[in-house]
């Protein structure tokens, strides 16, 4: 039967794949029909596609009726649906019918021309294809699952082409894809098969991956998401390695000037697909060396090469796109071989906002890359190996070394999903979204460490990393309607502290990030005291020293290491928020926390009080630190002026006179940073009693001040902060710290400067927002998950004072 909407290449058999469109997705299926897009409306753009041939829904159906085959698949079909047949006996006896077939002759005519045509463009004698199947319901917008059909790579010769389209024909009946096309209602004989035929391109002694043009995790839409292992890119797609990963901001690609990556995440890449020498089989897997498993597969023109790629093949589309590219190890080229709609978040509703929160916490026994946002608990359900997949129970938590289309079924009915291996790209993350099931995947451990059987918790609501969680927590999950949420005269920032977190609040109606803790970067991320990375002669521990070299690895200068973490973990955090404030203070350790990086026992002296000691802007300018705070210059120069964030606001914190302030802005300015240039402001925290006793002067020197209320309340008043005893005491809403408030906002606003407060009293005192509210505050910034609680009540607040 032929469908009626195969009109635009009626009666044609083969044809260049560049010659379609993807007007021609009835004729050619979603993927060539993309693929003859890419080539024709993309080229301008620098897209490069690999030359191909396509058969058309046209070629397949005459090969069902040249050798009657219609009849029995039906037959089959119907045995399964009765229960007269098992699916795994009526997917092999289909399969079996087209392997016994034969081409029509015209049509293997067409296509052994089409690929001799193909040799002599390569100038070739007999050239490597890659014959990949392309049903005409496969990556439409409203459905998924790709790869139900087969692919074979490192085909050569007309015998062998013919061969690998049969083989690709039978595929539309793996017990996958019967199974998919039951559960989607689709009648299996009105879905034809197109076959794309494209020269090899040599990732196997290159590289390959996968890419959205969405962050898959969160939503959020400016993001260019990079997935890259060496070789063929099976093992990305099947979830058998764990890749590189890359990210990069879109709305900054177009300007030239900038390299706008904000992040590069080294993968284990275990190992390579490549091609098998000899044998019946064309590929195999191998290990990868040492060094191919510690270096990035992807230079950074490279990955924003691919990323301007993704973002103009998204511009052609109108809608976020999943993409696979490959890069040739002999020539050094990119190509895109494969575009398809992305059909998770882009049809997600956005109108709610759900957050999931551990109420408790316990023993962490594995981590991976999350995937979703979502908490799940239960029984955890080891299965090593596909053939015992029957033994999965009903809602646990599936725990397995990967998966791939057979394991659909079961994943459908799992509370959670643990994998070994893969990542955010991985066909387990791909099918877990589709599902809305949460899943932790690329463990590397989890089917050895999680006992069958064993009380679990999955939580992938923590940021980018998931973790699986010993025992049943319990757990809240709060929902908002983002419609619902009130308007306010004053800016209600957030404040941030982990890059992995920041996509997931993009949705938030902040006004930006009014505090961007760099500590946390330098503490989890970095792990290492700057001035060890600078003078790691003096670091004389073999165990502290050799952590040092493998941390550092890949880094010609040590120092390196730290600019470029420190840099793209802020680019990371003012990405969501972009092109609002995002406030960056400089590094506020104390010295006693600054002693717990590696090697930081060898730059900190201790101190009795280092509440009061040797923190924040008396360190910039010592020749204790001074080398230090320089790599924190070169990080924030670096993410404004080659990466692009232009947004970044530098904020000094505990700056505790005018003179130091000038030392500080001297240093600043030795090191590449001048308030004024390029747009750069510079703020300061307002958390000492002198920084509002001598705000006026302050004020000359900055464009803006930020109250930080528990440092100001603990000098104001006297008390330790940390202190049980004198909890009581402890009292941001004391008349003698608003006061000294209401001074600061009166004297920054006399001054012609902003002035905002970043902490929780707003959202702990409804009372303290109506005062700040009252005193006319520019902005609040809040932690994340107070936000959309605490914004009713700075509008209220605002009513209030209104009315008053």
């Known amino acids: 039967m032929t ?38 409306a993309l080229q301008s753009a620098g897209v490069r596609v690999p030359e191909g041939f396509a058969t058309t829904a046209t070629a397949y159906r005459a090969f069902l009726e040249a050798n009657n085959l219609e009849p029995g698949i039906r037959s089959y079909v119907e045995d399964y649906r009765a229960g007269r047949s098992t699916l795994r006996q009526a997917g092999a006896a289909i399969r079996e019918l087209f392997l016994q077939a034969s081409f029509p002759e015209d049509t293997a005519k067409e296509i052994q021309e089409h690929y001799r045509a193909l040799c002599q463009r390569a100038g070739q004698d007999q050239a490597a294809v890659a014959v990949r199947s392309s049903a005409t319901a496969e990556d439409l917008p409203d459905a998924s699952f790709a790869g ?9 010769g007309g015998r062998a082409v013919l061969d690998a389209c049969r083989r690709c024909y039978a595929s539309l009946f793996t017990d996958r894809a019967i199974s998919y096309r039951e559960m989607k209602g689709f009648d299996h004989l009105d879905v034809a098969l197109s076959v794309g035929v494209q020269r090899m391109v040599r990732s196997d002694l290159g ?60 993968g284990a890449k275990e190992r390579k697909m490549v091609y098998s020498q000899g044998g019946d089989a064309r590929t195999r897997t191998v290990e990868t060396s040492e060094r191919e498993r510690r270096s990035l597969v992807l230079a950074d023109q490279e990955i924003v090469l691919l990323a301007r790629w993704a973002a103009a093949v998204e511009d052609h589309y109108g809608r976020p796109m999943d993409m696979e590219w490959a890069k040739d190890g002999l020539t050094g080229e ?77 994943m459908k009915r799992a509370a959670g999903i643990v994998t070994d291996h893969g990542g955010p790209t991985s066909h387990a993350a791909i099918v877990s979204r589709e599902l809305g099931v949460p899943a932790v995947v690329g463990t590397r451990n989890a089917t050895d460490v999680l006992s069958d059987g064993g009380p679990v918790t999955l939580s992938c609501a923590e940021g980018e990393q998931g973790r699986v969680y010993e025992g049943l927590l319990d757990y809240s999950v709060d929902e908002v309607d983002m419609q619902a949420l009130p308007a306010t005269r004053t800016g209600v920032m957030v404040n941030i502290a982990s890059p992995a977190a920041a996509f997931k609040w993009w949705r938030l109606p902040a006004a930006g990030v009014g505090l961007a803790r760099m500590e946390f970067i330098i503490n989890n991320l970095i792990r290492i005291h700057p001035m060890a990375l600078v003078h790691p002669e003096r670091v004389t521990d073999p165990a502290e020293a050799a952590l040092i070299r493998d941390l550092t690895s890949g880094y010609g200068d040590p120092q390196e290491y730290f600019v470029d973490v420190l840099a793209t973990g802020i680019a990371k955090i003012a990405a969501p928020f972009h092109p609002k404030p995002v406030i960056v203070r400089l590094s506020d350790f104390k010295s006693n926390e600054y002693s717990h990086l590696v090697g930081g026992s060898y730059f900190e002296r201790p101190e009795e009080n280092p509440m009061l000691g040797f923190r924040g802007a008396s360190r910039y300018y010592s020749g204790h630190y001074r080398e230090g705070f320089a790599l924190e210059c070169r990080a924030l120069k ?157 509008a209220a607040a605002e009513a209030a004072s209104a009315r008053r």
């Not at 139900?148 to 050569?156: C, D, G, I, K």
């Not at 969405?214 to 063929?232: K, N, R």
């Not at 906002?353 to 080891?382: E, K, M, N």
């Open 3 to 40: 469908s009626a909407a195969e009109t635009s290449l009626a009666g044609v058999h083969v044809t260049w794949i560049e010659e379609t469109g993807i007007a021609d997705i009835p004729s050619v299926g979603g993927k060539n029909a993309s693929l003859g897009e890419l080539s024709r």
């Open 638 to 794: 670096r993410v404004r002026e080659e990466t692009g964030f232009s947004n970044v606001i530098v904020m000094v914190p505990f700056c505790r006179t005018v003179h130091e302030a000038d030392l500080v802005i001297q240093a600043m300015e030795e090191y590449g940073l001048v308030r004024g240039a390029a747009g750069l402001q510079l703020y300061m925290m307002c958390e000492i009693p002198s920084n509002v006793v001598l705000a006026e002067d302050f004020a000359r020197r900055f464009d803006g001040f930020s109250i930080g209320s528990n440092d100001l309340t603990q000098l104001v008043l006297g008390v330790d902060r940390d202190s049980e005893e004198l909890a009581g005491l402890f009292d941001e809403r004391d008349p003698a710290v608003t006061s000294m408030i209401a001074q600061a906002i009166s004297k920054a606003h006399a001054a012609g400067i902003k002035i905002g407060i970043c902490g929780q009293g707003p959202s702990n005192h409804p009372d303290l927002a109506e005062f700040l509210v009252a005193q006319g505050i520019d902005s609040v910034s809040l932690n994340p998950d107070t936000f959309l609680k605490t914004l009713p009540v700075i």
């Open 148 to 156: 139900q059909q087969e692919t074979y790579l490192n085909v050569a």
């Open 207 to 266: 590289a390959s991956g996968v890419m959205f043009s969405i962050d898959t995790e969160s939503g959020f839409p400016q993001v260019v998401v990079i997935s890259a292992a060496w070789g063929l890119g099976e093992t990305v797609v099947q979830g058998t390695i764990n890749p590189d990963k890359y990210q990069v901001f879109k709305p900054l690609l177009a300007d030239q000037r900038f390299s706008p990556i904000i992040e590069r995440e080294l």
């Open 334 to 410: 990119l190509f895109m071989v494969q575009a398809r709609p992305e059909t998770v978040q882009a049809h997600r509703d956005i109108s709610t906002f759900r957050t999931y929160r551990l109420a408790g916490t316990g023993r962490v026994l594995a981590t991976g890359a999350a995937i979703g946002d979502s908490i799940a608990r239960g029984q955890a359900c080891v299965i090593r190996d596909a053939k015992d997949i029957e033994s999965f129970v009903d809602g646990s938590v599936l725990v397995t070394r990967m998966t791939d289309p057979d394991w659909v079924p079961v």
